[in-house]
C-alpha cells in the first residue's frame, strides 16, 4: 500500500516559495494508505451505494482489516477479484466485471448508486472502468446508477479516494433552475450528527436551503448551478471542487471548520455571502464557540508550548496544526502534506507561525532524519511509522484517527484538542 511518486528531482527534494511560507516539496518514497481507504467512510454516508472494487486480494483485505466488521445487514461495498489469469490476458475482463455486476444487482436492487472503484492491479492491466461504467449504466438504466474512479495507490493517497469519487459525481448532479435562489452546498463526507449540528446552525441563521455533498441517499443528491455557492468541510477536496466550478457552482473561500476560530470563519463565509445580519450571525454561532472554547482549555494546559510534526497523511494537516498553533498554543516544526492546494490552503498559511516549515509530497527517509534531529513532544504519522518512533522514544499520534473521529464543528472541538493531548498524558503516566 505504499507507492513510489515519480521523482521530478534528482535530489528528491526541492524549494518553492508561496506568500512569504517556503515550502519544502518532495517526491521520494511515501508512507500513506491509497484512496481505497475513503470507501470505509463513503460506505457509512450513501447508504444506498455501492463500492465495487476492481483488484486484488491486496486491496479486499486492505478494506476488510481497515473497515472491521460491517455494521449493516447487507454489505456495502465489496472486491472484484482480478485473478492470476485476467493478469495474464488469458480472460476477458469486462465480461466477468459485466457477470459479477450483474449478479450483484439482481441479488441487491435496493443499491441505487454502483461505483466501480479502480485499483493498482486494473491499472496494470489497463482495465477501461470508464467504458465499462458507461455499459453498465445503459444496461441498468432506471435502476442503478454506475460511475467509476480510481482509489489505486499508484494514482491516489488515503483521502484522495473521496475527492475522486466526488469528483465523479459531480458532473451527474442535476442542473438548478436557471432562476433559482442561491443555495449553500455544504462539500465533503461528514458524520451525520456533525453535519445535522452545521444544519441547524445555518438554518438559526435565515439560510433557507442548504444541501450536503454527497447526500445520504442517491436520489437526494444535491443540484448544481450557477446560484449554488459551497463550503468545503474537508481540505482534500481539490478536484471536486474543480468539478463543481465547471457547473457553475462558486466556492467561498474560508478556514477549514477545526476549533472554534476554524468554524466560525467557515459559518461567517457563509453568512456574508448570503447576506446575514452580523449581528444575528454573531448571536447564532456564540453559544457553540464559547462551549468550544470552554472544551478546549483543558486540553491547552497540557498542549501549549509543546512543538509538533506533522508526517504528509490526509491533508488535513495545515488547518490542524493551525488550530494547535492558534487556539492551543503548540509549536508546529514541520507541517507535512501529500498535496497542497495553494488557493484553497492560502488562509490555512497565512495563520501558521512563520518559522513553521511547510513539506509537500514526502522522501520518508529524509523527512524521518528531520523528525529525530527536531525531537518534537508530538508526531503524526502513519500507522506504519508509529511504533519505530515509539521506540526510539517519541510520542506519536496516529493521523488516520483524525480522519475516522468527528472532529469538525463547536462541539467537537473539545475532543479534537484531546485526541492530541492524549498521547502525552499517556507518555507522562507511563514515565512515573
Ligand atoms: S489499490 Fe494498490 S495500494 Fe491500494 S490496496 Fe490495492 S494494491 Fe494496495
Known amino acids: 500500500m505504499n507507492a513510489l511518486a515519480p521523482c521530478v528531482a534528482p535530489d528528491g527534494t526541492a524549494a518553492a516559495p508561496i506568500a512569504g511560507t517556503t515550502i519544502l516539496r518532495e517526491r521520494g518514497q511515501r508512507e500513506v494508505f491509497c484512496g481505497l481507504t475513503g470507501i470505509i467512510w463513503l460506505h457509512r454516508k450513501i447508504q444506498d451505494a455501492f463500492f465495487l472494487v476492481v483488484g486484488s486480494r491486496t486491496c479486499a483485505h486492505l478494506l476488510q482489516s481497515a473497515a472491521g466488521v460491517m455494521v449493516f445487514a447487507e454489505p456495502r461495498f465489496a472486491t472484484a477479484i482480478i485473478e492470476e489469469r485476467d493478469l495474464a490476458g488469458m480472460a476477458d475482463c469486462n465480461d466477468e466485471l459485466d457477470r459479477v455486476v450483474d449478479r450483484l444487482l439482481l441479488r441487491r436492487p435496493d443499491i441505487k448508486l454502483l461505483f466501480l472503484v479502480g485499483s493498482c492491479p486494473s491499472e496494470v492491466i489497463k482495465l477501461d472502468l470508464a467504458r465499462a461504467a458507461q455499459r453498465l449504466s445503459v444496461e441498468h438504466v432506471g435502476r442503478t446508477r454506475v460511475l467509476h474512479y480510481s482509489g489505486s495507490g499508484i494514482e ?121 445580519d452580523e449581528m444575528h450571525f454573531r448571536s447564532v454561532i456564540a453559544p457553540g464557540r464559547e462551549r468550544a472554547q470552554r472544551a478546549i482549555a483543558h486540553a491547552r494546559e497540557q498542549l501549549a508550548g509543546k512543538s509538533i510534526f506533522f508526517l504528509p497523511d490526509s491533508q488535513l494537516e495545515l488547518p490542524l496544526a493551525r488550530f494547535l498553533a492558534r487556539e492551543l498554543g503548540m509549536t508546529p516544526l514541520e507541517v507535512g502534506t501529500p498535496y497542497l492546494h495553494r488557493a484553497h490552503m492560502a488562509a490555512e498559511l497565512a495563520l501558521l507561525p512563520a518559522a513553521t516549515v511547510i513539506s509537500e509530497g514526502q522522501d520518508v527517509d529524509r523527512q524521518l532524519d528531520r523528525v529525530r534531529a527536531a525531537r518534537p513532544d508530538l508526531t503524526v504519522c502513519g500507522l506504519g511509522l508509529a511504533n519505530p518512533l515509539e521506540a526510539e522514544g517519541l510520542t506519536t499520534k496516529w493521523a488516520i484517527e483524525l480522519v475516522f473521529s468527528p472532529i469538525h464543528g463547536f462541539d467537537q472541538a473539545g475532543d479534537l484538542a484531546d485526541l492530541f493531548a492524549r498521547p502525552l498524558r499517556r507518555r507522562d503516566v507511563l514515565k512515573v
Open 156 to 276: 491516489t493517497t488515503f483521502t484522495e479516494g473521496e475527492d475522486a469519487c466526488l469528483a465523479a459525481l459531480a458532473p451527474e448532479l442535476a442542473a438548478t433552475a436557471p432562476d433559482a435562489a442561491l443555495e449553500l452546498m455544504i462539500v465533503g463526507a461528514l458524520p451525520d450528527v456533525v453535519e445535522d449540528q452545521f444544519l441547524r446552525l445555518f438554518a438559526q441563521m435565515g439560510i433557507a436551503t442548504v444541501r450536503s455533498f454527497p447526500a445520504r441517499r442517491a436520489g437526494t443528491m444535491p443540484p448544481v448551478g450557477p446560484n449554488t455557492r459551497f463550503l468545503l468541510a474537508q481540505p482534500f477536496l481539490g478536484e471536486t471542487a474543480r468539478a463543481l466550478a465547471d457547473r457553475g457552482a462558486v466556492r467561498l473561500d474560508a478556514l477549514f471548520p477545526f476549533g472554534a476560530e476554524g468554524t466560525s470563519d467557515w459559518l461567517h463565509a457563509a453568512a456574508r455571502a448570503f447576506g446575514i
